[in-house]
């Protein structure tokens, strides 16, 4: 039964996950936590072990999704690598002080961060776009399959504190880091929407496999329950790449945007009542 509630719950974080560009922990995480905790159907779980669980699951959602967007050729290698030297070393700081939360803090402070993501994805279509980093950063350009250039580009500086902060909120809470770095790529940086969920997803696989050596150093990874969450989350991530050059995904971001300001609320109730 916890296998396969693991197994659907890593599809579905793997789809929505690589359709958007959110890397799937802000999924996998408040339903793993619900179905494991709260309706203690997961014997032996903790928080530590689900942000374990969810770190292991980024890799191969980053590798399937990235694999998947470097044949459409939309993938920023620069731009990633600038990401994920940036998200290093808060990754590993997030890491070291998960250990140090209980059930009731780790559900407060994860419901904070949640309701902050969905208020991000609320607003982002109504914010103007910021030209100041681009005026002031290196400028990169890309041309879409219809012809439309696009300018878009970031100051070094910048970039490399913003994935500090979001690699520390990744490494907390098991959450890939797309989640908050799409938004900013597209509002700040300008990138084309394509280019920051691929480029996003190609920091998330990396930034996982950092976070994944942080978390199995310090014991959170429950590895019985990796061997239904990988092939879900890999299977789920195909098939939410192949979607994503399909269709357009606003409606998928209005449900994500209610599924995470619910969730945020009732993980701080059950944070302030726990």
């Known amino acids: 039964m916890a296998f396969a509630l693991i197994f659907i719950i890593g599809l579905t974080s793997g789809i929505i996950g690589a359709l958007v560009g959110l890397g799937g922990g802000v999924i996998l995480v408040p339903a793993t936590l619900f179905v494991g905790i709260t309706l203690g159907l997961i014997p032996d779980?903790?928080?530590?072990?689900?942000?374990?669980?969810?770190?292991?699951?980024?890799?191969?959602v980053g590798l399937a999704s990235t694999l998947s967007y470097m044949k459409a050729k939309t993938v920023d290698y620069q731009s990633g690598f600038i990401f994920f030297a940036g998200s290093i070393p808060g990754t590993i700081l997030g890491a070291y002080v998960n250990k140090g939360l209980d059930l009731p803090s780790f559900n407060l402070y994860f419901g904070i961060l949640l309701i902050i993501l969905a208020t991000i994805l609320i607003?982002?279509?109504?914010?103007k776009p910021v030209k100041w980093f681009v005026a002031h950063g290196k400028k990169r350009t890309f041309i879409d399959p219809e012809g439309k250039e696009y300018v878009y580009g970031f100051p070094i500086w910048f970039a490399l504190m913003l994935t500090f902060a979001i690699g520390f909120a990744s490494g907390l809470f098991g959450i890939g880091g797309g989640s908050m770095i799409v938004p900013a790529m597209i509002i700040l940086f300008l990138f084309p929407p394509h280019v920051a969920v691929a480029t996003s997803m190609f920091m998330v696989f990396l930034s996982a496999i950092v976070n994944s050596a942080s978390h199995i150093y310090l014991g959170n990874v429950p590895w019985l329950y990796t061997i239904p969450v990988i092939p879900g989350a890999y299977l789920g991530a195909k098939l939410g790449a192949r979607i994503n050059k399909k269709i357009k995904s606003d409606t998928l971001v209005l449900i994500l945007r209610i599924i995470l300001l619910l969730l945020g609320i009732r993980s701080i109730i059950e944070g302030l009542l726990g």
Do not use: A, C
């Open 45 to 60: 779980i903790t928080p530590q072990k689900v942000v374990g669980l969810s770190v292991i699951m980024m890799i191969f």
């Open 123 to 127: 607003v982002r279509d109504k914010l």
